[in-house]
């Protein structure tokens, strides 16, 4: 059957994957963890900059 021969060709095409360490993982998502904090906090500070500027006009 045909989902017999996708779980073998599954398999075997995931002996291949060269998995990360575990240093890899955790280098990895501390450059997310920090890349999105940094990206949050000048997304507020744009977002506060134009509430003010909104009030000054209005």
Do not use: C, N
């Amino acid at each position: 059957m045909k989902i017999i021969q996708f779980i073998k060709e599954s398999r075997a095409e995931l002996r291949k994957v060269i998995w990360p360490s575990r240093d890899d993982v955790i280098s990895s998502v501390k450059v997310v963890v920090i890349s999105t904090a940094i990206i949050a906090a000048a997304l507020g500070l744009v977002d506060v900059l134009l509430m003010l500027g909104v009030q000054v006009v209005f």
